[in-house]
């Protein structure tokens, strides 16, 4: 990766795990950039040097790119989309009642630039928005001047930066050749391949390739099922199958069910945009469903791991892990949540750590993380604990102190290994009880 020859004016509606990384990667590869965000508290964090969010490498990029004077953080869409050739919208698109993308964020936004834009710049969807966006915003803005292009954004929390200089294909969609020529020059300096398509292609792209990742966790979830039922090893299955190029490894790894903050509402959307053009996607309903019977697995495996099933009073469960996964701070749609929520309905009491909920909570974490007890340190879950729970690969727990561990514990408890993280033989050598995920 290179500068980029020919540097562009973007603006960036959003600042969060999406636009920020996007604002930056863009600045750092040389383009000026502002970033507008409604949230005024993370518009000040940013001006003032923190990163609000957790995600490896991003604040060394902003601050970089911020110091060379290429990255500005400014407050609300209108002032980051005034002077730029070309503007990101990059807001939430939550699940609407009816399982459907919600798009008022992507509509208010459009709403709010469409006076600002200068002629002939390029309104990018890099949200997940379902099929037709691309028209509605066009709708939006009422404004014959500008064009409007679909980028979606392939990113994984967690290993953000690298995933947007390093992506595996970057794809555009847009009726105008010149439009989506624009955009693509923009990544000129990244080594990738850009595919440009039509704007229902390229939100379809989007929503299946999610839809075929949460697919595959599926699949090998259920198999880890099989594996229980009739005495086999997943790790075994898959390193069997996943050795098949037709079939590759990646993504095959058993574990509590998918969550965050794109499979479950894109799943659902998935489903709902087919629906609403007369397609019953069937196979995706299945994904769905195999999901929330791993959660509730998860949910019977702690409870028989305490000798008890419906009513789990008196219950303390040593949570370890509260994030949907390793390198990210997010807890949208968290496994560990969904499980922890069910736990509690059943009377049992929690006590959690995860790393980045250590210190000061974000008001919003403070919300969701309500009647859980947080502790300080991994080891400290152990206290009163009648059974263990691992909900996230963090690296730290795969090197958790088993002895210590055991000795805090006071007697020979379960651990329920939901990521399959932990050695087996290494727990039982410990004392304790070993619970995995389609292994034994
Ligand atoms: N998070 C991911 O891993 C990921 C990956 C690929 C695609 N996406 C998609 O990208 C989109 C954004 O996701 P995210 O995780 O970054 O969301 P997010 O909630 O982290 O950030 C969205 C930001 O937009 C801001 N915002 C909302 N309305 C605004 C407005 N009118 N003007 C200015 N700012 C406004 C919010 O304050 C927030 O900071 C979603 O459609 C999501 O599905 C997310």
């Known amino acids: 990766m290179r500068m980029s020859e020919r540097s562009i004016r973007l603006g960036v509606v959003g600042t969060g795990y999406v636009g920020l990384t996007t604002g930056a990667c863009f600045a750092h590869i040389g383009h000026h950039v502002v970033c507008g965000d409604i949230d005024e508290r993370k518009v000040t964090m940013l001006n003032d040097g923190h990163i609000p969010i957790v995600e490896e490498g991003l604040e060394t990029i902003v601050n970089e790119s911020r110091a060379a004077g290429r990255l500005q953080f400014v407050l609300g869409s209108q002032a980051a989309a005034a002077d730029a050739d070309i503007v990101f919208l990059c807001v939430p698109t939550p699940q609407g009642d009816d399982g459907s993308a919600d798009l008022s964020y992507i509509e208010q936004a459009a709403k709010e630039i469409a006076s600002v834009l200068k002629p002939g710049a390029v309104v990018v969807n890099k949200s997940t928005v379902p099929v037709g966006s691309t028209l509605a915003v066009e709708r939006v803005l009422q404004r014959d001047d500008v064009f409007v292009v679909s980028n979606p954004e392939f990113l994984r929390e967690g290993t953000a930066v690298f995933d947007f200089l390093h992506p595996d294909r970057v794809v555009i969609g847009s009726a105008d050749r010149a439009a989506a020529e624009r955009v693509a020059e923009l990544y000129a300096s990244i080594d990738t391949p850009i ?11 989007k929503y299946a ?22 005495g086999a090893d997943v790790a075994a299955v898959v390193e069997g199958i996943g050795s098949d190029q037709r079939i590759g490894g990646q993504f095959l790894r058993p574990g509590p069910g998918w969550g965050g903050s794109c499979f479950p509402k894109d799943s659902r959307a998935l489903v709902k945009i087919a629906e609403d053009h007369g397609y019953n996607f069937t196979m995706m309903r299945g994904v769905i469903d195999v999901n929330d019977e791993q959660l509730e697995r998860m949910v019977a495996k702690i409870g028989a791991a305490t000798g008890r099933v419906d009513d789990l009073s008196g219950v303390t469960v ?106 087996p033989a290494l727990v039982r050598e410990a004392g304790l009880v070993y619970e995995g995920v389609g292994r034994r």
């Open 318 to 423: 040593g949570a370890l892990g509260l994030t949907f996964k390793a390198g990210t701070d997010d807890l949208r749609e968290s496994p560990a949540l969904a499980i922890i929520s069910e736990l509690r309905r059943l009377g049992a009491a929690v006590r959690a750590y995860d790393p980045t909920t250590v210190g000061e909570l974000t008001p919003h974490q403070g919300v969701v993380l309500e009647g859980i007890e947080l502790v300080g340190d991994a080891l400290d879950i152990a206290e009163g604990a009648d059974v263990v729970a691992v909900f996230t690969e963090w690296p730290e727990f795969s090197k958790i102190d088993l002895p210590q561990l055991a000795a805090r514990l006071g007697r020979p408890v379960t651990i329920v290994d939901t990521r399959n993280l932990l050695d």
């Open 195 to 205: 595919l440009i398509t039509d704007p229902a292609s390229a939100e379809t792209i």
């Open 209 to 230: 390739a999610n839809g075929f990742l949460a697919m595959k966790i599926s699949f090998v979830n259920a198999v880890a099922a099989m594996c229980e039922a009739v």
